[in-house]
């Protein structure tokens, strides 16, 4: 299921607001992989350090 895209602030909006929302939409958009590509999920066969090694995938992304 795809998810909905984050609009760009309209132009009317105040520049400090407007940079602002820019970042938080870039985060948003890393989060769930419209920037950076998407976490591929692990085959049912995955071993305990493919499971670690994805873990840590994600909570890399997600810290920065």
Request: net charge positive.
């Amino acid at each position: 299921m795809k998810k909905p895209a984050i609009g760009s602030p309209p132009s009317e909006t105040p520049p400090t607001l407007a940079a602002y929302l820019v970042r938080v939409q870039e985060n948003i958009e890393t989060i769930t992989g419209r920037r950076g590509g998407r976490v591929q999920p692990l085959a049912a066969s995955a071993s305990l350090d493919d499971v670690t090694a994805k873990l840590n995938e994600i909570i890399s992304r997600l810290q920065g």
